[in-house]
């Protein structure tokens, strides 16, 4: 089921069910509905991961190439030369290319390392930021506690954090200004991660280079949120993800184990 099905509240107290598969990575609603402890909850980490992955290259690059601002002068029918001739790729006050640029990828499980790759394909420097420093499909990561250390080093900040209270409003306005001026935040984990009142005034204020957000705090987004009219934005109505990949086999090979008595994949804590 998906992360918003109707139905989850009316499978609450059925005696017979056993298990649910949700769609999503994060299955907070599930958790939250009250179900008892015989029902498993497996979640659907690994369904989304190259969809996203997609989804978080393609609003870094509409960012960075100036895309909505080509679309805006094409509206007008107008030839954008403030967009057009030589520019150097770095010149400490622009960001216009993924190449060699420095990206940090905060939150690096399964979606965060699937994204790395499709950032080093374009020639950026990836970091991860986990928990735990080390070394994860290939890429140096930086534990979570050293994050303040890397900001400053960060052009483009990919945000792929789950939803919990620890993870609220991690970036805030401290940390936005640890990011350089040009930088650009990218979010594509969840809403509550992100101060948007700070980002909105970094982005009007100048002190940050831009934003692509395809997740909020309150979704749909409110119609009075500053970030509609910040500049340097591009908002995506939560559709990073929406196409599971690889679903009939996984659900599959899980209920074979349900019916087994074999321990499921992706099984939820509790």
Do not use: C
């Amino acid at each position: 089921m998906g992360f918003a099905s109707p139905i989850i509240d009316q499978l609450v107290g059925a005696p017979k069910l056993r298990w649910i598969q949700t769609l999503t990575a994060g299955p907070d609603p599930v958790l939250a509905a009250g179900f008892g402890p015989e029902v498993q909850v497996t979640t659907g980490r690994g369904f989304h991961d190259e969809t996203v992955a997609e989804h978080t290259v393609a609003l870094a690059l509409a960012g960075l190439r100036q895309l909505p601002e080509s679309l805006a002068a094409q509206a007008d029918h107008r030839w954008a030369e403030e967009l057009s001739g030589f520019r150097p790729l770095h010149d400490g006050v622009t960001l216009t290319t993924l190449i060699d640029a420095r990206v940090t990828i905060w939150g690096f499980g399964s979606i965060g390392q699937t994204v790395a790759a499709r950032f080093a394909a374009f020639g950026a420097r990836v970091t991860g930021i986990a928990r735990s420093a080390g070394e994860r499909g290939g890429f140096p990561v930086r534990a979570s506690a050293d994050v303040d250390e890397v900001l400053p080093q960060t052009d483009v900040l990919v945000l792929v954090l789950p939803k919990s209270p620890e993870t609220d409003n991690l970036l805030d306005a401290r940390r936005l200004a640890l990011l350089p001026a040009y930088a650009w935040v990218v979010n594509v984990g969840r809403g509550n991660a992100i101060d948007e009142r700070a980002l909105a005034a970094a982005l009007h204020e100048g002190t940050l280079g831009g934003a692509g957000l395809d997740v909020f705090q309150t979704e749909p987004l409110p119609s009075d949120s500053p970030l509609w009219d910040a500049p340097h934005v591009i908002v995506t109505p939560h559709n990073a993800g929406g196409r599971p990949l690889h679903t009939r086999e996984f659900i599959t090979d899980n209920l074979q184990r349900l019916l087994a008595g074999q321990p499921l994949r992706n099984l939820a804590p509790r």
